[in-house]
């Protein structure tokens, strides 16, 4: 239950990440990726314990732990200790696709965000793309050495 506690916190967090990207709130952004990590953190943690519950479980009932999934304790429980873990279980199955899709939109926001500014980026430097520079006689010739350059250079 503490697990899903967390995956409900995460969600939140990426979808208040979402509105930051959607509203171009760079510091919201920042501190939501911080309260992420430490979110993250905090998952680690109980994901920690609940392999070394399994392990119990599985050195209990003579078992190899690798197979050992939620699924597959819920077989050791029965009636409403039953229900309550299968319960969790989709619970968890739930929030994480959630967060992988609320994680793919916010990839996407990020990838046309980096999309536009290289666009804005082109066009400072001339249009298309192409690094070329227009020379005194009003021709485009050579290739311009960067961005930096091409605004700091004296006419």
Same mark, same amino acid.
Do not use: W
């Given at each position: ?18 509105? !930051?990207?959607?509203?171009d709130?760079?510091? %919201? ?10 979110? %993250?953190?905090?998952?680690?943690l109980i ?34 200790d ?14 994480? !696709? ?14 046309? !965000?980096v ?15 192409s ?7 009003g ?9 930096? %350059? ?6």
């Amino acid at each position: 239950e503490e697990e899903t506690d967390v995956f409900r916190r995460m969600l939140q967090l990426v979808k208040d990440q979402q509105q !930051a990207l959607v509203q171009d709130n760079v510091a %919201a952004v920042q501190d939501n990726v911080e309260r992420q990590q430490l979110a %993250a953190q905090e998952v680690a943690l109980i994901e920690t314990r609940r392999i070394q519950g399994a392990r119990g479980i599985a050195e209990r009932f003579g078992l190899g732990e690798e197979g050992l999934t939620i699924s597959r304790i819920c077989d050791f429980f029965e009636g409403a200790d039953r229900d309550r873990v299968q319960g969790l279980r989709e619970s968890l199955l739930d929030l994480n !696709a959630e967060i992988l899709q609320a994680n793919r939109n916010n990839a996407l926001l990020i990838r046309h !965000a980096v999309r536009y500014v290289d666009r804005s980026l082109q066009l400072l430097k001339g249009g298309d793309g192409s690094n070329r520079v227009y020379q005194r006689s009003g021709m485009a010739e050579g290739i311009s050495p960067g961005l930096r %350059a091409a605004l700091n250079r004296v006419a």
